[in-house]
Every structure is written in C-alpha cells, then in structure tokens.
C-alpha cells in the first residue's frame, strides 16, 4: 500500500526556533512535494523536489527551505520560526513518470508560539 | 500558470440527496484535473483524475466528474450521498510538462445530514 509518512502529527515551537519537518514516502517517487494548508486559501506549494539534492521552489518559499540528500526523504526547513507560519503542513509524492497523483502524508499541524 | 476557483466553500446536503460540487479551471494549456477528500484529522486522498479520453471520469465512494473543456470545468458529483461523505474537497489541476506541480482551489467542505 501506498505510504507517505510525516514525522509529527502536531509540533508546537517557539518564535526564533529552527524546526524541522520530516516526511518519507515508499513508493520509489520521483517527485516530492511540500504544500500549506490554511483555510479558504486551500494548499499551496512551498518547495517541490523531482530528484535527490533537486529542488524547486514553489509558490510561497519565503521563510523556508527544503533538503532531499535521500530519494524517500524530503525535509521541509523553517530557519526562524515565525507565528505567521503557524499552518498544517502536508507532503505528498508523485511519479516521475506517466500521469501524475499526488499521494499525500497525514499532515504536520505546527502552531508558532 | 494554471488557477483553480472552487466556486462554493460551503455546501449543506442531507443524506440520500445528490451533491455537485463546482471547479472551474483557467490554463492556456492542456492540463490534467484531480479531485481530492480530506476526512476531518486526516492527509488527502485521491477521488478522480482526469487525464485524457473520456471526459466522464469514475472514481472511488461512488463520486464522478464530468471534464467540459469549453467551459473549463470540472464538476465533481455524487447522485446519493451518506452521512460519511461529510469532508473538505479540493480541486486541483496541473499542466502537462509542469514538472507535475499540483495548484489547488480553496476547497469545498460538504456536511452531510441526517
């Protein structure tokens, strides 16, 4: 069965803090993906990774960064936490190849203190 | 770049009634079209893809979506829904030869009553 895992279900951190987000998948993808999730904006992509030590930055990077040294894991990076990053955080992963599906993780809930 | 508006944020139905849920899309190129469900506390999960071919797409729980490329919609439907239909659900498009980045609509959440 299809799995993508985050480390943490809810993270609560403080202003200034360096907090990371882990999220493995085990499906072999390609493609890696970090997205926010807040409501009425839906889900918007922050940082994408189609290859080990590839990335890309998405929509919203500002304040984040990503590291993908291994193909099943891509880590989502806030330098200085901040309260306007307090959000769900999903992961998904796709193939590189045919028709993309995201498959998502469960979702990282992190509150900024 | 490609856009989705998810055209009701809010949509009450009771049980056993039919259910649309309406997306429209904008891209100035081809583009492959997914509806997601989000169960409270939990990750999305994938309903439907529309890809190429038919455009009346089949997915899982007995959800369907029609693709209509002259009115770019993508309407997602169910004819009889169930109390555990009750859920957030997200439209997403991404164009083909896009690196398969997804951008989403702001969702629909749909409450189910008895």
């Known amino acids: 069965d299809v799995k993508v895992t985050q480390s943490s279900r809810y993270l609560v951190k403080r202003t200034g803090e360096k907090v990371f987000l882990e999220c493995v998948q085990d499906?072999?993808?390609?493609?890696m993906f970090w997205y926010r999730q807040d409501p009425g904006l839906g889900l918007r992509l922050i940082y994408f990774?189609?290859?080990?030590?590839?990335?890309e930055k998405g929509d919203i990077p500002e304040g984040y960064s990503v590291s993908r040294e291994k193909k099943e894991r891509f880590s989502l990076i806030l330098e200085s936490a901040s309260t306007n990053q307090t959000s769900m955080y999903l992961c998904?992963?796709?193939?590189?190849?045919?028709?993309?599906?995201?498959?998502f993780g469960p979702g990282t809930r992190l509150t900024v203190t | 770049a490609q856009s989705v508006t998810q055209l009701d944020s809010q949509v009450p139905v009771f049980e056993e009634a039919p259910v649309e849920l309406r997306c429209n899309y904008s891209?100035?190129?081809?583009?492959?079209l997914f509806w997601y469900v989000q169960y409270p506390n939990q990750g999305l999960q994938l309903l439907l893809k529309?890809?190429?071919?038919?455009?009346l797409v089949k997915g899982i729980n007995g959800f369907e979506a029609e693709f209509n490329k002259s009115q770019t919609s993508f309407h997602l439907r169910k004819p009889s829904v169930h109390i555990s239909d009750t859920a957030e659900y997200f439209c997403?498009?991404?164009?083909?030869?896009?690196?398969?980045?997804?951008?989403f609509g702001a969702g629909t959440t749909v409450t189910v009553r008895a």
């Open positions: 529309y890809l190429s071919g038919s455009t």
């Open positions: 499906m072999d993808h390609e493609n």
């Open positions: 997403a498009v991404t164009a083909l030869g896009n690196d398969y980045k997804l951008s």
């Open positions: 891209s100035s190129v081809s583009v492959y």
């Open positions: 990774s189609y290859d080990v030590k590839m990335k």
């Open positions: 998904a992963s796709s193939t590189g190849t045919g028709a993309p599906s995201g498959y």
